[in-house]
Structure formats: C-alpha cells, structure tokens
C-alpha cells in the first residue's frame, strides 16, 4: 500500500495550492481519506476527511479555505488550499482508514504517505 503526496511548495500569503494524493490500492476511493498537517513543533492536526460516500469534515481552522475531493477513476484525493495563511506553514500527510468507509475518525487511520511541505510567506 502506497499513498504518495505532491503539490506542496512555498507560496505567500493569500495564495493557493493544490495537494494531490496518489492511492496505489484500488479499493482506497470506497474508504475514509483524509488530509492532516504538522507544523514545526507542533502535534498534528487533522485538517479534512472525506468518507466513500464524499462526505466531508473539516478543521475548525481551515474551513471555508480548504476543500478535500476525489477522483475514483485516477485514485487520487486532492486538497485545494485558498486565502492560505503563514500558521498553514506545515508538512502535510494524506492517509487511509482501510476498516471504514464512514464516520471517519482521527484516530482510525493506519495507512500514510511521507508527506509534502506547504510554506507560507507572510
């Protein structure tokens, strides 16, 4: 089980990324995914989940900003990132809960990829 992150990079305050998440197990698209970020220092934070159904949850900081999606066809889940913010600076990591496709919970996911950087310049 792979899942590989890209997209990540250095980009000023007020911008926009796109994070994508390649899935190398055909069956990921039907699972909870979700998105999650660690500052420099700091724990990690869960920032969306999406379930099989492409319900979404949110973290408190980044609603409104952040939308998690999916595309089944190229297993990959993405997270469109706008009106950035210096406190977004972070690694983020995409992960998989293989044992369910909804109720996603922070504390049920067991597969990860090895994370891309987000910089924010002020």
């Known amino acids: 089980v792979q899942l590989v992150e890209s997209g990540g990079g250095s980009v000023q305050a007020g911008g926009s990324l796109r994070l994508s998440c390649l899935v190398s197990?055909?069956?990921?698209?039907?699972?909870?995914l979700g998105w999650f970020r660690q500052a420099e220092g700091k724990e990690r934070e869960t920032v969306a989940f999406i379930d099989r159904t492409a319900e979404t949850i949110y973290g408190d900081s980044v609603k409104g900003r952040f939308r998690v999606s999916k595309d089944s066809v190229k297993n990959t889940l993405y997270l469109q990132m706008n009106s950035l913010k210096p406190e977004d600076t972070a690694m983020y990591y995409c992960?998989?809960?293989?044992?369910?496709?909804?109720?996603?919970?922070?504390?049920?996911?067991?597969?990860w990829g090895k994370g891309t950087q987000v910089t924010v310049s002020s």
């Open positions: 197990y055909f069956t990921a698209m039907s699972e909870c």
């Open positions: 992960a998989a809960d293989p044992t369910r496709g909804f109720g996603c919970r922070k504390d049920g996911f067991n597969y």
